[in-house]
């Protein structure tokens, strides 16, 4: 995953960089800076509107008591959008303005539905980690185990020393 970053941090200058030329070269170069800040103008008003509308329909399924996981996904979607979207370059415009698009948004939530691993925040590796290690997760026996406790604080040292309460341990030098 580390190596698919970084190579995107070196990629993906050098292609904006290579666009920028094409599309200057094309229509001249105030025309290109126009057109990059008007994406970004454009997709920060969908990127408002679209985002307001996803904050309404997770308020409403957590009113109906349902995890909005759609709309947080959603969310997530569009704030990456945004962030492509004001990124300046025309390649992360085209990545910004698809997160944008609901049946985009579907798309790559199915993919990611079919491909991911759910690893519950208990463990590391999760279940079907450990499984495949032939190791037992941890509450497979469905053990419970009942306990007290009580908070136990020590009492706070002298600041003094040892010898206490500031006075020179009674030597009269």
């Known amino acids: ?50 985002g307001s509308a996803v904050l309404v329909s997770a308020y409403k399924s957590m009113d109906a008591g ?41 798309m790559i939530a199915a993919w990611v539905m079919r491909n991911a691993t759910v690893v519950p925040p208990s463990h590391p590796h999760g279940r079907a980690y450990r499984q495949e290690q032939g190791q037992p997760w941890p509450d497979d026996s469905g053990a419970v185990i009942d306990g007290e406790y009580e908070t136990v604080q020590e009492k706070p040292k002298d600041i003094e020393g040892p010898r206490g309460n500031g006075q020179n341990g009674g030597s009269n030098g």
Request: charged share 10%; proline share 5%.
């Open 1 to 50: 995953m580390g190596l698919v970053v970084l190579v995107l941090l070196i990629v993906m200058p050098i292609a904006e960089i290579a666009m920028f030329i094409q599309v200057g070269d094309a229509i001249g170069l105030w025309p290109t800076l126009g057109a990059i800040i008007l994406t970004a103008v454009i997709g920060a008003a969908l990127l408002r509107h679209q």
């Open 66 to 106: 349902r995890v909005p996981v759609k709309e947080i996904f959603d969310g997530a979607c569009l704030v990456l959008g945004g962030v492509f979207l004001l990124t300046p370059g025309f390649i992360t415009d085209t990545i910004g303005f698809l997160l944008l698009i609901p049946a985009v948004r579907m």
